[in-house]
């Protein structure tokens, strides 16, 4: 076990990544608590999602960036060498061939730091999300 100096908490792996008193209320405030290394790519995919889906809410939800319209359509949250992107596991299996050159699980994609981001690509993926390719919503990350 590992206890954070700053809070106290106690983790299970050491340094874990976590929020030192009251979490985020915006994805604002959420981008400001990351490394600086990390916000500007925290901001140019918040931007790529917002520009694919303006008419959806960004709130915050299991305490990531969440993009919302009566479910959640698409989160993304830092890492410490990676932004996670989180469209669910049929996105990553539609955008399979595209995403070759990412690692994936399911319904994750890591984007590292040292490469540039996929925006269309990203922008895509949050579209087909709230789209979908077929007659029910998709599973994204619903609630």
């Known amino acids: ?3 954070c100096p700053k809070c106290g908490r106690s983790f299970k792996n050491q340094n874990q990544g976590h929020y030192c008193g009251k979490p985020p209320e915006t994805i604002d405030e959420y981008i400001e608590g990351q490394t600086e290394n990390a916000q ?3 901001r140019e995919i918040r931007d790529a999602i917002r520009g694919a889906l303006p008419e959806a809410e960004e709130r915050i939800s299991w305490s990531m960036p969440t993009f919302w319209k009566k479910y959640n359509i698409i989160q993304f949250a830092a890492a ?3 932004v996670g992107l989180y469209p669910g ?3 990553v299996e539609k955008f399979r061939e595209q ?3 990412y690692k994936t699980s399911k319904g994750t994609i890591q984007l590292p730091y ?3 981001h996929p925006l269309e690509l990203i922008a895509d993926i949050a579209r087909w999300c709230y789209e979908g390719d077929k007659e029910e919503e998709p599973d994204c990350t619903k609630e």
Do not use: G, R, S, V
Request: charged content about 40%; overall charge positive.
């Open 80 to 82: 410490k060498k990676h």
């Open 99 to 101: 995403l070759k050159d």
């Open 89 to 91: 596991p049929e996105a």
């Open 1 to 3: 076990m590992w206890t």
């Open 114 to 116: 040292e490469k540039p």
């Open 40 to 42: 500007p790519y925290l």
